[in-house]
């Protein structure tokens, strides 16, 4: 059973030199207590995403389509029932926790606000629940820490207060951003470990850069490029038979797959190159990419492309 689904999501946002089109056309489903993975290189469009779906955007942002949860399009909702969904509902785990941390405030302090916005807790029950989410995310001393300002906590832990925040409310979906970024291998494995744990019995959204993460973690992946989605696939068949050019290089760029990367920049989302967005870095391009936008084509078994040379109807 679906528990978002997204449809012809455009994500436009002014700025003095244009129109920025981080989101374009994206359509996307997820089901219930399914890991997806979101990914693609940094300014693709993936963040902007997850920050749609929050509703977390400046207010000029155009936003055109549907963002259908649980039968709602929230897109639809005013400002406080999106609040009442916001953290309760759907939770996000903001990239980098050093700047998305208050450095002046407690941890505990930090995690029980949304717990009494919205379970009504007092502040004594809310300061027990919050020792029990760090100790659900496995910070030792917890009942000790709760008292401890940001600063304080190693990378690694900061990034486990981040994620006890975003379950703090029991949400059903979580929107992980970036959740691996910085930390060092071994942390970094810790983490996508306890990811993978606390999602259980939930959906995640996992975006990421980071493949061995998504490997990992993801039941699905989606590839994004240019504000719009180029690939999706079981994780499995991603990684073995990558059939956008796009993704064959994306993979290729790992250590273990040659170090080999991508000629060419990632195209700016004010000056979207017509045709096929991937064309002026591609060594498959044909003349007619640089003309013709390819639509999604499925493969078989549920792998979808946006490529010319898989659609030639």
Known sequence: MSILRIT??????????GIVKAVNAVDLEMKETERFG???????????????????????????????????DLLKLSEEEMRKIRGKEIAMILQNPTTSLNPVLKV???????????????KRAAKEKVVEMLEAV?????????????????????????????????????????PTTGLDVTIKMQIVRLMKEVTKQRSMLFITHDLDAAAEICDNIAV??????????????I????????????????????????????P?????????????RC??????????HPEMVELGNGHLVRCLLHDRS
Request: include cysteine.
């Open 108 to 122: 505990g302090n930090q995690i029980a606000e949304a717990i009494r916005l919205h379970q009504g807790l007092d």
């Open 224 to 237: 994004m490029y240019a504000g719009e989605l180029v690939e999706y696939a079981k994780t499995e068949a």
């Open 239 to 266: 990684f073995k038979n990558p059939m956008h050019p796009y993704t064959q290089g994306f993979l290729n760029s790992l250590p273990n797959r040659g170090l080999k990367p991508i000629r060419g920049m990632s």
């Open 268 to 280: 700016s989302l004010i000056g979207i190159p017509n045709g096929c967005r991937f064309y002026p």
């Open 283 to 292: 060594d498959c391009a044909e003349e007619n990419c640089k003309i013709n």
């Open 38 to 72: 979101l990914i693609g290189e940094t300014g693709s469009g993936k963040t902007i995403l997850g920050m749609t779906i929050m509703r977390l955007l400046q207010p000029d942002t155009r936003v055109e389509g549907e963002i259908v949860y649980k039968g709602h």
């Open 138 to 178: 496995k910070i030792p001393s917890p009942e000790k820490r709760v008292n401890e300002y940001p600063h304080e906590f190693s990378g690694g832990m900061r990034e486990r207060v981040m994620i006890a925040m975003a379950l703090a409310c029991n949400p059903t979906l979580i929107i992980a951003d970036e």
């Open 8 to 17: 012809n999501l455009k994500t436009w946002f002014p700025t003095r030199d």
